[in-house]
């Protein structure tokens, strides 16, 4: 797949750059030539393999040179042949080869806020391949709001606020309200998969950018992006379809917080500010899809009066009328005080033990709209029938070959 890379300024002149250096490096006849030169500031050497979330000495193997060769390119003591910076900008970096003659390193947004929290009290890392889809949800963003200035789209998002002194459940039921989803749609969904998108063009409808694509699991299930331009929720693509709708509601409370940030969703001690945002958009989450009337109205669940254990098979039941997973449904109950903290802990390690990956196999045009969403790649297709963008854009935009252009567009005529 093509990896999407960010624009930068003086991406037009790189050409006549290039050609400089080469001509600046050649040797007269018969003189052995050098390797030729890069002309790189050695900050944006540093700046880009640290935004990349990589170290020395990972760098250096990718290029199989000597950590002290990369360590001398960094501090200006030495430059790159120009073939070594290509590798650097294409495979290491995945930046345009641009970007590494501009004289400072560019503006770019931070990270989004880390939610996440170790028994230490420290934020893990995050990998070079969620760093890196961080970076294309960021540029997804900037290119929409480009693309919708430029055809006279309207930008405006109808997204409600919310505060952490609002109840969860209130909120829930209005958004629920406002999304349009009632018990007698929810329960008709034919499997996971419908209910994932349907969910999805429910949030798309407020102005929100929905993407899904694959990071590792150990570092998040899904983030938000908030300020300036459009909002976006990003979501795990390696997470089962149930697991993504709870993250897309999550994310989605994270924008009427106005505080996006990096999400896992699990339940721990909560010791942190940023421990009381996610537990407010958990309860949220969970009452958007499992609402508390809805519920404990359910011939299932109406009958019982007092905390105790539940069947599997009847919490089965449950989750697939709700579509969502079996330890979101127990919470609920649980909040309901219709189970005891012992018996969901331990079903949730049980569940836990038994959870897998989601590896569904797509093929490149659904893919690309599933990662990048309807209502971009919608933008794209405009821009460029209106001659706004050319071929080569698109397929860059949508990091597909334009032979899968045309079932594309079908995609996107069906709703994806």
């Known amino acids: 797949m093509n990896e999407l890379r960010e624009p930068t300024e ?3 002149g790189r050409g006549s750059r290039i050609e400089d250096i080469k001509s600046a490096s050649e040797n007269p006849i018969g003189v052995p030539r050098r390797p030729q030169e890069a002309a790189v500031e050695p900050r944006l050497l540093v700046w880009a393999r640290e935004t990349a979330g990589k170290d020395v000495g990972e760098v250096a193997g990718k290029l199989r040179v000597s950590r002290e ?39 770019e947004p931070p990270l989004p806020r880390d939610f996440r929290i170790l028994p230490s009290g420290k934020e893990p890392p995050l990998s070079p391949r969620t760093r890196l889809v961080i970076r294309q949800a960021q540029r997804i963003r900037r290119l929409t709001h480009d693309m919708m200035r430029e055809l006279g789209h309207e930008t405006a998002v109808s997204v409600a606020e919310a505060s952490l002194s609002d109840e969860p459940e209130s909120v829930a039921a209005e958004v629920r309200r406002t ?8 329960s008709a969904w034919r499997d996971d998969d419908e209910a994932l998108w349907a969910w999805t063009k429910a949030v798309e409808k407020t102005g929100v950018l929905v993407f899904q694509m694959s990071f590792p ?42 505080d996006g940030g990096i999400c896992k969703m699990e339940e721990r001690e909560y010791r942190r500010n940023e421990d009381r945002v996610e537990k407010f958009c958990n309860r ?17 669940v109406g009958s019982r009066g007092t905390p105790g254990e539940w069947r599997e098979e009847t ?73 706004r963008i050319t071929y080569s854009d698109v397929a860059d935009y949508l990091g597909i070959r334009l032979k ?7 995609l996107v005529s069906e709703g994806a």
């Open 10 to 12: 003086g991406e037009a």
């Open 69 to 107: 060769t990369v360590e001398r390119w960094e501090s200006g003591r030495e430059r790159p042949g120009l073939a070594q910076l290509e590798k650097l900008a294409e495979s290491v970096y995945k930046r345009p080869l641009a970007v590494f003659f501009l004289p400072e390193p560019p503006a």
């Open 179 to 186: 999304l349009g989803v009632d018990d007698r749609i929810q």
């Open 217 to 258: 699991m150990e570092d998040a299930r899904g983030f938000s992006l908030v300020g300036g331009e459009p909002p976006a929720i990003v979501l795990n693509r390696r997470d089962s379809p149930r697991g993504r709708i709870f993250s897309l509601l999550h994310e989605y409370c994270h924008l009427l917080l106005n």
């Open 284 to 300: 949220f989450a969970a009452a958007v899809l499992v609402p508390r009337e809805i519920l404990l109205g359910h011939p299932l």
């Open 315 to 387: 919490l089965g039941k449950l989750a697939s009328h709700f579509k969502v997973s079996k330890e979101v449904v127990l919470r609920r109950l649980l909040t309901f005080n219709l189970a005891t903290q012992h018996f969901y802990e331990k079903k949730r390690e049980e569940w836990k033990k038994k959870a897998r990956l989601h590896w569904g196999r797509q093929n490149p045009p659904r893919r690309c709209v599933q990662e990048r969403g309807v209502p971009f790649v919608s933008l794209v297709l405009e821009s460029q029938r209106k001659d």
């Open 404 to 410: 899968h252009l045309p079932k594309v567009e079908q």
